[in-house]
């Protein structure tokens, strides 16, 4: 690799003084945004090399641990590619406890020249130190000035983490970027190297643990055999600052224990719990602790024994709690039998046990309390547990936006999360000072993101999904930072800085999650997706569970559509602060992008616009289709700019993007027409194909859903 890279630079180097750097060698994405390529122009790589030929590593410790080699190696590495010079880097030893950054902010300093010159970056720990000076690359690649550097940087959320929906046997659950890189046959002797970057990856934005095995994955997982293996992944990431989680099956003590029961009050299911954690912190001895998903869509869990949530969260907590780990119990519960509104349940059963959870549990809610739609409201028990550390989690895998065929940048929707106010404590009560403790002062403070990775060469399938791994951990870390921001920087550290080409793509980021609401799920539309793989549309899906079907939520009629919350109907608003309640269940007042989700309303409705809502349905999926059009001729256009194999990759998925735009429209339309019985409105397209040719396609063996592996 060291060697590769050199003659790469090499290659590149040569090839910037012929202007011919954009397409010197063909990329594959594998380096997602840690590509360190030369820098282009001659006067930023100047005063870029000017500013590091030292940099001193300070920590407390001073010593040379791993975590300060590959913090070593990356500034090496990363300099001599930007640059073409490796910089010199000195651990600087005896320094005392800096206050303001915290165990994991970090310090980046420059030096004056009576000093030596170059920059300082200093952290209270290794990793910390390691997470400065990826910060100070991070600059380097996006052109700022490291002159003068003066930065400080905490993160704002304890525990970044990424959730993989990985089985053993390697299938990821809505995963469509092909399968687990865990290679658990091959584990624990042969360590693919990708382990490695992808730890490198996760530390580069911040993520501090990844929750190694799906929510619905077996027990076999905490067997000796996979714990061996668990821990030589512990030993691959810990360099990094990845700490390894795992899922818990509730049956674990039936099905691997040889217990009869797992009844969580049972001393026989406690004193299993108790040595199988043991034991897992004897292989892996900072071992971060279990998610748990229990008594949802069919898993066992605590009400099997007539039991609660409490009851099965403080089981883990109290086996974890001596060791230092932490359990996130699943808030994502609902069930057949339950006449009470879907989007209702996880309040009814979780608010009676606000307080009841040990210190070291994180209820870990979904951002929406439907299911990752495109748009959803905010989950209102972010608003109202008060007693209860919150793990917010959010869905990186685009499973209702298109998989990764679709481009859809994510910030902008989970800004929309983090900044929802839920008035819990006045105006102002934010989602994100909800999870990060500023609201209620829980220490324990935990965002999880559901991973979009696999084995695809490029990690995400998407090139441009590498975006939103990348969006997450910056997220994850700084929930205040702006999408745009996250889009720009990308970009740069991805594509290079020339100007025109970074303001075109940040824009076709930025854009690109509200276009896939336009065609997909206008006005508060959800749950109208295919039955099963939840790729396309399908608001004509019903049979089985009426909260699987569509129905049950467009509730389209001759009379209107869309679902009614208020006081006359499932009276979800109630879940909300009175603020909100007022507001969303005011149609005045209520935004028309969650219109549906909160009224059902006659087709000739007016909207803000003066047009009916069916007129106005009808125009907003054509925009949808239009805006998408523009932003594959905008991608199109930056051909010159980008490396062909690239641009080849993602220009299919957006042509094939354009076609699926407009078959959900046309879908959705001729279906709601059946009920509005009204002509399509002046501006849209007649649509291809009868309504039964849309309702007869049966896509089969679509990747990441788990009925048809
Ligand atoms: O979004 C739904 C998915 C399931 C998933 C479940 C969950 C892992 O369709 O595939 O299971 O949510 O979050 O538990």
Request: charged share 20%.
């Amino acid at each position: 690799m060291p060697n590769l890279r050199r003659r790469f630079l090499i290659a590149a180097l040569s090839l910037t003084a012929l202007g011919l750097v954009r397409h010197a060698v063909a990329d594959d994405g594998y380096r997602l945004w840690l590509r360190y390529d030369p820098i282009v122009d001659d006067t930023r790589r100047e005063a870029v090399a000017a500013a590091v030929p030292v940099l001193v590593l300070t920590t407390p410790s001073g010593t040379e641990s791993p975590t300060i080699e590959a913090t070593r190696r990356e500034l090496q590495e990363g300099f001599s590619g930007l640059v073409g010079r490796v910089p010199e880097v000195r651990v600087r030893v005896g320094a005392g406890v800096d206050e303001a950054l915290g165990d994991e902010g970090y310090r980046l300093t420059s030096r004056g020249v009576a000093d030596g010159g170059g920059i300082e970056i200093r952290g209270n720990g290794d990793v910390a130190v390691l997470y400065g000076a990826f910060a100070l690359l991070r600059r380097a690649q996006t052109g700022e000035d490291l002159a003068r550097l003066q930065v400080v940087d905490t993160p704002r959320v304890g525990r970044r983490l990424l959730n993989h929906w990985d089985n053993l046997n390697r299938f990821v659950e809505r995963g469509y970027a092909g399968f687990s890189i865990w290679e658990w046959f091959n584990l624990p002797d042969f360590r693919n190297p990708r382990y490695r970057d992808y730890a490198r990856a996760c530390a580069s934005i911040g993520l501090n643990g990844a929750v190694l095995t799906n929510v619905n994955a077996d027990a076999l997982v905490l067997t000796p055999y996979y714990l061996e293996r668990v821990a030589a992944l512990a030993e691959e990431f810990r360099p990094y600052g990845v700490r390894v989680y795992l899922t818990a099956r509730f049956s674990a003590p039936k099905e691997i224990g040889g217990l009869d029961t797992a009844d969580p009050l049972d001393p026989r299911v406690i004193a299993w719990w108790d040595e199988k954690v043991a034991e897992i912190y004897r292989w892996v001895p900072d071992f971060g602790g279990f998610v748990v998903k229990a008594n949802s869509e069919g898993q066992p869990g605590p009400q099997d024994f007539g039991r609660n949530h409490a009851d099965g969260a403080n089981l883990f907590a109290r086996a974890l709690a001596p060791h230092g780990g932490i359990v996130m119990w699943r808030a994502f519960v609902y069930q057949p039998e339950n006449e009470m509104d879907r989007v209702r349940q996880a309040s009814f059963e979780f608010m009676p046990l606000d307080g009841a959870f040990l210190p070291n549990v994180s209820v870990q809610i979904k951002n929406g309390p439907l299911d990752f739609m495109p748009r959803e409201p905010f989950h209102p028990l972010f608003g109202s547990l008060q007693h209860t550390s919150m793990t917010l989690e959010l869905q990186i895998t685009q499973e209702y936006l298109g998989h990764s065929t679709h481009l859809a940048f994510l910030a902008p929707m989970w800004k929309e999360v983090f900044e929802a106010d839920t008035f819990a404590r006045g105006p102002g009560s934010t989602v994100g000072k909800a999870i990060d403790g500023t609201l209620r002062g829980h220490p324990l403070t935990v965002v999880a993101g559901v991973s979009n990775i696999g084995t695809d060469r490029n990690w995400t399938g998407h090139p441009l999904a590498q975006a939103n791994w990348y969006a997450f951990g910056r997220l994850a870390w700084d929930h205040t930072l702006e999408a745009e921001t996250i889009a720009e920087e990308w970009s740069r550290m991805t594509f290079g800085s020339e100007p025109a080409t970074v303001a075109a793509l940040t824009d076709i980021l930025v854009r690109s999650r509200e276009i896939v609401v336009n065609y997909s799920n206008p006005y508060g539309l959800h749950h109208i997706q295919a039955r099963g793989h939840h790729f396309g549309p399908g608001p004509w899906v019903t049979g089985g569970r009426p909260d699987w079907t569509a129905p049950y939520y467009h509730q389209a009629s001759e009379f209107g559509i869309g679902a009614n919350r208020g006081p006359e109907g499932s009276n979800a608003l109630a879940d909300y602060a009175p603020e909100l309640a007022a507001l969303w269940g005011d149609l005045e007042r209520c935004p028309e992008n969650l219109l549906l989700w909160f009224h059902h309303l006659p087709w000739d409705y007016v909207t803000k616009s003066g047009r009916t809502l069916w007129d106005a349905i009808a125009l907003r999926y054509q925009q949808g289709v239009d805006e998408m059009r523009r932003l594959a001729a905008d991608w199109a256009a930056l051909e010159p700019a980008i490396d062909p194999e690239i641009f080849a990759n993602v220009s299919a998925r957006m042509g094939r993007q354009v076609n699926d735009a407009i078959h959900w429209r046309d879908a959705c339309l001729l279906y709601f027409q059946q009920f509005s019985k009204r002509p399509l409105p002046e501006g849209v397209e007649p649509p291809a194909h009868s309504l039964e040719h849309y309702m007869s396609i049966n896509l089969r063996y679509v990747p990441g859903h788990p009925g048809d592996y």
